[in-house]
């Protein structure tokens, strides 16, 4: 079975991916593991490889535009015109037998249109809940759990430019989204948590399936090596749904008990965030210097590897409902210590005070005790981290997770 992946950038054509990206790639990976042959849509890469179908948008036309259009895409202009027909021509000369969506809000939903027009089954993975809220996080300004989803109240929570702007497109948003929602025939969440969220929206219990990230073997090879006394490492994107200004808050009181803490933060930028990064710098104006080391940009396996290796802590302190946060499946596998917020998903992996723990995740004081008592409790830290590799290499080891997505695939055999 042809199998097409579809997401707006991809692992090793783009510089711009996170856990989404690299657990569709992922995905496609274990189906050829089964057999099946995966092949790739994005949007453009700036290089060719077999297998890769890039396809332009109208933002490729209109570079000088590109910034609006993409804010339009984010909250309701979802069928880009020249990425439908680029996405027709694709699919016609791909002939897959499935198209599986990733990540695709700047390519829209046009790609789910063409594929309905074609008579192609569509599975959407959901990595995070842009389709139901627009600042993806199901959080609310109060920083409370919102079950309204999208619609006019939303400027409540949304960037207080253009508002009046914003309060119009927000009150036709939910029923475009609605029409194209409706053409996937599959939902495939991460969590339990995941599919409650979109049966609580209104998809059909019966069209979401739970299949979970896979671990790989090889993720586990930072394990070994010893790590730094009283260190913390943060992997994540610099934007308020991932908590990051939670952990420099718990670093201030972490500093103070414990001088020689430090803290290693990968970041990566993203968009529309400068408000957010103000926050950033002014906190880190406020620890010592050297207690929190930035690292920025994509680095590779090995590098990253490394940064595990020297963490005495993961810290995870998600800010929004994450279904299955990489990082946390990643750390566990690597027998580190984790502490995570007590949110979404997050709870189905990590059973707090057996195999990681769990602080309350908008509490920046709960985090720094879960911290600082792994500090002084090495020995615990240790025996957390070793049922937590147990733990993921049971429930999300490769065979068992490429068999639950290929007894999904084959539903969709044309007989």
Not at 309 to 330: D, F, G, K
Not at 384 to 393: F, M, P, Y
Request: charged share 25%; glycine share 6%; net charge positive.
């Amino acid at each position: 079975m042809k199998i097409a992946y579809v997401s707006n950038y991809l692992p090793g054509f783009h510089s711009h991916v996170g856990g989404a990206e690299k657990a569709l790639k992922q995905t496609a990976e274990l189906a050829r593991a089964k057999g099946h042959e995966p092949v790739f849509f994005s949007l453009p890469a700036g290089s060719r490889a077999n297998g890769l179908y890039q396809i332009k948008t109208l933002e490729s036309y209109l570079p000088f535009l590109s910034r609006l259009i993409e804010i339009l895409k984010w909250y309701i202009f979802q069928f880009d015109p020249v990425a439908y027909f680029g996405a027709l021509k694709a699919l016609r000369m791909a002939k897959p037998d499935i198209v599986h969506l990733g990540n695709f809000q700047f390519l829209t939903f046009s790609v789910v249109a063409a594929a309905q027009k074609l008579g192609i089954p569509v599975i959407v993975s959901i990595y995070d809940y842009w389709y139901f809220c627009p600042l993806t996080t199901l959080i609310r300004y109060d920083t409370k759990a919102c079950r309204l989803f999208h619609g006019p109240e939303c400027v409540k929570c949304t960037p207080k430019t253009f508002s009046a702007a914003q309060s119009v497109l927000l009150r036709f948003r939910k029923d475009l989204f609605n029409k194209y929602l409706n053409m996937a025939d599959r939902f495939i969440v991460l969590s339990e948590s995941s599919r409650s969220i979109l049966n609580a929206y209104g998809i059909p219990f019966n069209k979401i399936n739970v299949i979970r990230f896979s671990v790989q073997p090889e993720a586990a090879a930072a394990r070994a090596d010893k790590a730094e006394e009283d260190s913390v490492l943060f992997i994540g994107w610099k934007q308020k749904r991932k908590g990051f200004h939670i952990l420099l808050e718990a670093m201030k009181k972490i500093v103070k008990e414990k001088p020689s803490a430090k803290l290693t933060a990968l970041l990566q930028d993203v968009k529309w965030e400068k408000d957010y990064e103000k926050q950033i710098e002014s906190l880190l104006s406020q620890l010592p210097e050297g207690s929190v080391v930035i690292e920025k940009g994509q680095k590779d396996k090995a590098y990253i590897d490394r940064l595990f290796s020297r963490a005495a802590v993961v810290a995870v302190p998600e800010q929004w409902e994450n279904m299955s946060p990489l990082i946390v499946i990643e750390a566990m596998l690597k027998g580190k210590a984790v502490v995570a917020s007590d949110l979404g998903g997050i709870p189905e992996f990590i059973s707090s005070g057996k195999d990681g723990l769990l602080a309350v995740y908008d509490d920046a004081d709960d985090f720094s005790k879960k911290i600082l008592y792994l500090f002084g409790n090495k020995d615990k830290a240790a025996e957390l981290g070793d049922n937590a590799r147990a733990k993921v290499e049971r429930l999300l080891s490769e065979n068992i997770i490429a068999e639950e997505l290929n007894t999904e695939y084959s539903k969709w055999i044309k007989r």
